[in-house]
C-alpha cells in the first residue's frame, strides 16, 4: 500500500499568485481547475520528516481505534501475500496487483481522520472507511496509475529472477537462503536496484498525491504531477523521508518473519 504524509490539513498546497485568463473555448472551466497545474509547493524545513511523525503519532493516540482498525487491514494484507508466496505462487502477481488497488483507497480514510482532528472535529470509523467516496472516480485512477507501474516492476523483476533463477521457483525458504547466498550477490544487487527504481518512481508519484485529492478536489492526473514536482525541487529531505519509511516497515514486519521457519 501507498507511504504516510503529512495530512491534508497540514500539508496546504497555495496556487501560484497567477490570473488565468484565456479566451481559447478548451481553456479549463474554472479557476480552480486551472490552477491545479499551477499550484506553488511551500519549502520544506530540514526537521519537516520529525514532525510529521510527532503529529502522525498524536493523531494515533488521539483516535487509537481507527488506527488500529486500519493498521490490522494492512497486517491482513501482509500476511494474505506472505501465505499465497509460500503455497500458491502463481497468484502472489495477482493478489499485490489488488492490494496495490485498494491501498490508496485505505490511506484516503487515515487523512481524512487526521483532517477532522485538526478541525476539532470527533472522528468516526464509518466516516473514515467511507471518505473514498468522495472522490472514487479520481482514486480508481489514481490507482490505475499505480498498477500500471506495478505490472512493469513485476515483470522487470520476473525476468531478473528467471535469468538467475535455474528450474522450478524456489520455496518460501529457499528464496530468503538464494538472497544470503554470496555466490547470488550479482543477482541480489541487480533485484535490489531495480526494485530501488521503481519504488522510488511510485514514492515520487504518490507522496502528497492522495492528500491532495482530498483537500484540493483534484484530478489524478494534477495530483500525481504536483507530487512528482515536490520530489525533483527537494530530493535529498523527501529521500530521507522515504527511508525512513522504509526502515519503518521493515521494522514492523520483523516480528512476522521471525517466526517464519522451513
Request: aromatic fraction near 10%; charge should be positive.
Amino acid at each position: 500500500p501507498p507511504a504516510p504524509v503529512p495530512t491534508p490539513a497540514r500539508l496546504r498546497f497555495q496556487p501560484e499568485p497567477t490570473k488565468v485568463t484565456s479566451t481559447d473555448p478548451a481553456a479549463p472551466e474554472s479557476a480552480e481547475e486551472a490552477a491545479d497545474f499551477l499550484v506553488g509547493l511551500r519549502p520544506l524545513s530540514a526537521d519537516a520528516p520529525l514532525r510529521w511523525l510527532a503529529r502522525g503519532g498524536r493523531d494515533f493516540l488521539r483516535a487509537p481505534a481507527i488506527g488500529l482498525c486500519f493498521g490490522a487491514c494492512f497486517v491482513a494484507m501482509g500476511w494474505a501475500l506472505l501465505t499465497v508466496f509460500q503455497y500458491a505462487p502463481a497468484y502472489l502477481l495477482w493478489l499485490s496487483a489488488s492490494f496495490l488497488l485498494v491501498g490508496p483507497f485505505l490511506c484516503m480514510g487515515l487523512y481524512q481522520v487526521s483532517a477532522q482532528l485538526e478541525r476539532g472535529e470527533r472522528p468516526r470509523l464509518l466516516d473514515a472507511a467511507l471518505a473514498w467516496r468522495r472522490r472514487r472516480g479520481t482514486l480508481a485512477i489514481f490507482g490505475l496509475v499505480l498498477l500500471v507501474i506495478e505490472m512493469l516492476w513485476a515483470r522487470a523483476s520476473l525476468v531478473v529472477f528467471a535469468l538467475a533463477v535455474q528450474g522450478n521457483m524456489p520455496s518460501f525458504a529457499g528464496s530468503l537462503s538464494s538472497l544470503l547466498d554470496p555466490r547470488n550477490l550479482d543477482f541480489v544487487l541487480a533485484w535490489l536496484a531495480l526494485g530501488a527504481v521503481f519504488a522510488t518512481l511510485i514514492f515520487a508519484v504518490s507522496v502528497v498525491s492522495i492528500p491532495m485529492i482530498l483537500d484540493r478536489q483534484t484530478d489524478a492526473i494534477s495530483a500525481g504531477l504536483t507530487s512528482l514536482r515536490l520530489v525533483l525541487g527537494q530530493p535529498v529531505l523527501l529521500l530521507c523521508w522515504a527511508a525512513i519509511i522504509a526502515v519503518l516497515v521493515a521494522l514492523a514486519m520483523l516480528p512476522g518473519f521471525a517466526g517464519q521457519h522451513s
